[in-house]
């Protein structure tokens, strides 16, 4: 194993010297040359060795700092998920389902950052920029300033935003990127991994902001290493079912605002147009109370949002009755089933259970436990839950309920929908009174009993 040869250092002016010197020949110092040790040890090629970097600034944690500026599209929602607006020298990751809508709502907000002042590209990898342009005409976005390009090859496509500078560049997908020192094929982790890095790295050092497009698999991932999304600054996934006109924008990493913020969009023949109220969207369609149906007052980021959980249970041919989950947590699903056999009696041995999130909506949080099992209760016993009535909680194991965050945002956003009573947990504290009819329950029994007179 060779040995790394020593380095040696001026003390006044940091000139590195191969050997030791009784005089420095930079600044001409006397006895300031010393020997340094090596930053790590071990062979040339597979350490640091003794060759200095460059020293870092340093701060300490009450450096007043501005917050980064902001640049706002005009569409509300999609500012709302970025968390207030475009941070300059930002990466971006868009992911979503084939054919959901990311190209159609990128291409409206790129044309809307050019309206706004911004230098835009937009470069695409799949489609034609012919393509682009009649996507451009159907929207109505023609007349837009920006900028498109059709290019795959990653060196190429750096090259270009070197002389043109923009502000913003969509990059129209990340697993069509090749780069020519990788020895890959397009689309494999090692090019999406070298894509991104040298793309995540000219933002940063350029001052560009980039939006690269994600496929998604089968199991929902954005494509490629997990490590793309620990390269970009803000991962959002566009959500939606094929057969619904609502499509969620979806925040799960944001380093420039809140996580787990939404957006809600609807697909029409003009575009993607932004839902202001989602709340009164996901329930515009709520016919008569119905057996089955619960209405949730639930929180997505910092808004609330009220939807309709629908059970249907019958009577089943099978051996294993059929548990069937659409926009639910399947094993909360179980859970709340084992809790109402074991602790209120209520057994579902023989049942096919059917559970949906009406509108396509996806609710992952623990506080729709209790109107989960209010929804699964009525279809049992064949009851309607009170047209007026919503519902929220977590359900422990031992059938208590407990308290959730944000009780009064809830309660307001029920109230402005019309609705004048709510169930929720004992220990929820409402402040200020929301104008509402509140029940407060210690216990899942307490709530079986109330509303279906048994216990």
Request: charged fraction near 20%; glycine fraction near 10%; include cysteine.
């Amino acid at each position: 194993m060779a040995k790394a040869s020593p380095q040696f250092t001026c003390t006044e002016c940091g000139a590195a010297h191969k050997k030791w010197a009784g005089k420095c020949d930079a600044c001409g110092a006397w006895n300031s040359v010393v020997e340094e040790a090596p930053l790590t040890t071990g062979p040339a090629s597979k350490t640091l060795g003794a060759a200095k970097g460059r020293r870092i600034e340093l701060s300490t944690l009450a450096t007043d700092e501005a917050p980064p500026p902001r640049t706002r599209s005009g569409m509300i929602e999609f500012d709302r998920v970025l968390g207030g607006g475009l941070v300059p020298a930002s990466a971006i990751l868009v992911g979503g389902d084939p054919g959901i809508g990311k190209s159609t709502l990128l291409l409206q907000a790129v044309a809307n950052f050019a309206r706004s002042g911004l230098k835009c590209l937009y470069i695409s990898g799949e489609e034609a920029s012919a393509q682009v342009r009649m996507r451009a005409g159907r929207l109505g976005l023609s007349e837009a300033p920006v900028q498109l390009g059709a290019e795959t090859n990653l060196r190429n496509i750096l090259t270009t935003l070197e002389a043109e500078r923009p502000d913003l560049v969509v990059i129209d997908s990340i697993q069509t990127m090749w780069a020519d020192m990788v020895e890959a094929a397009p689309g494999s982790v090692s090019q999406v991994r070298a894509a991104a890095h040298e793309l995540v790295t000219f933002a940063k050092t350029r001052g560009v902001s980039v939006i690269l497009v994600g496929h998604v698999t089968k199991e929902g991932q954005i494509a490629g290493p997990r490590v793309v999304e620990h390269m970009v600054d803000t991962v959002l996934y566009f959500e939606g079912e094929r057969g619904h006109q609502f499509r969620i924008l979806r925040a799960v990493k944001n380093r420039f605002g809140p996580a787990s913020e939404i957006g809600v969009f609807e697909m029409t023949g003009a575009g993607l147009a932004e839902v202001a109220n989602p709340s009164a969207l996901f329930l515009s369609e709520r016919g008569q109370a119905a057996p089955g149906s619960a209405v949730f007052a639930g929180i997505e980021g910092t808004r609330p949002v009220l939807t309709e959980i629908q059970a249907l249970v019958a009577p089943s041919s099978l051996a294993s009755p059929r548990r069937t989950v659409v926009g639910l947590d399947s094993g909360r699903v179980s859970t709340i089933l084992a809790v109402l056999e074991s602790r209120c009696g209520i057994p579902f041995t023989g049942l096919d259970v059917f559970l949906n999130v009406a509108g396509g909506m996806k609710v992952l949080e623990p506080a729709a436990d209790l109107a989960l099992a209010a929804a699964l209760l009525s279809a049992r016993e064949d009851v309607a839950l009170p047209p007026d009535l919503v519902i929220f909680g977590e359900i422990s194991l031992s059938a208590a309920l407990r308290p959730v965050g944000q009780a009064e945002n809830r309660l307001k956003e029920a109230e402005k929908l019309g609705f004048s009573q709510a169930i929720a947990p004992q220990g929820t504290k409402v402040e200020g009174g929301a104008g509402m009819r509140l029940r407060k329950l210690p216990d899942l029994v307490t709530f079986v009993g109330d509303m279906f007179g048994a216990g």
